[in-house]
């Protein structure tokens, strides 16, 4: 129970020194409840910043997300170049080895018919396989990197979309 500091009557009560309340009390109670007020302001405030960081956050991630999937989309095409390169080279390679094959035949004094065209042909087809596998390879590893790259670009969409939900819950909730 709170007491007037002038006459010591009972808080509420009527104060014998003036009469009415006393109003020093009264101040007091205006003081406290405009405190109040602007603690509930600076609340509301305070919601209102940390939802709009919490958004800026969301956005961010966003970004990071989508710089991080452009970087390895540019990482799969380089793997796509390289492999086109290397397909390139193994069937220049593919030539001068049937070219070496049928040489080979040709100086031996062995015409170039029934076996001796086999050969040729297995060397053909032995390189015309790893070629081949080379691309499989190489389109299966730029394949996981853009698969790799479609869901960082999703986190990001889902990280700013809570970002978002975060901040308005901040904000509402001050």
Do not use: H
């Not at 002038?6 to 020194?17: D, L």
């Not at 397909?87 to 593919?94: K, N, S, V």
């Not at 001068?96 to 015409?111: F, H, K, L």
């Not at 970002?163 to 001050?174: D, P």
Request: charged share 20%; net charge positive; with cysteine.
């Amino acid at each position: 129970m709170s007491w007037c500091l002038s006459c010591g009557v009972p808080g509420m009560a009527m104060c014998v020194c003036w009469g009415l309340m006393c109003s020093f009390q009264s101040s007091l109670l205006i003081i406290m409840e405009w405190f109040q007020l602007g603690m509930a302001g600076l609340q509301g405030l305070a919601g209102a910043f940390r939802g709009r960081a919490e958004r800026q956050a969301g956005r961010q991630a966003r970004q990071t997300a989508y710089y991080n999937a452009s970087a390895l989309d540019r990482e799969a095409d380089a793997l796509d170049a390289e492999s086109a390169e290397n397909q390139m080279r193994m069937r220049a390679m593919q030539g001068v080895a049937v070219g070496q094959a049928a040489t080979q035949t040709a100086a031996s004094g062995v015409e170039r018919s029934g076996s001796a065209l086999g050969r040729e042909m297995k060397v053909a087809t032995r390189f015309e396989q790893e070629v081949n596998d080379l691309a499989a390879r190489s389109l299966q590893r730029s394949s996981a990197m853009r698969e790799q790259a479609q869901m960082e670009r999703w986190k990001g969409r889902q990280a700013e979309r809570a970002g978002k939900v975060s901040g308005f819950g901040s904000l509402l909730s001050g």
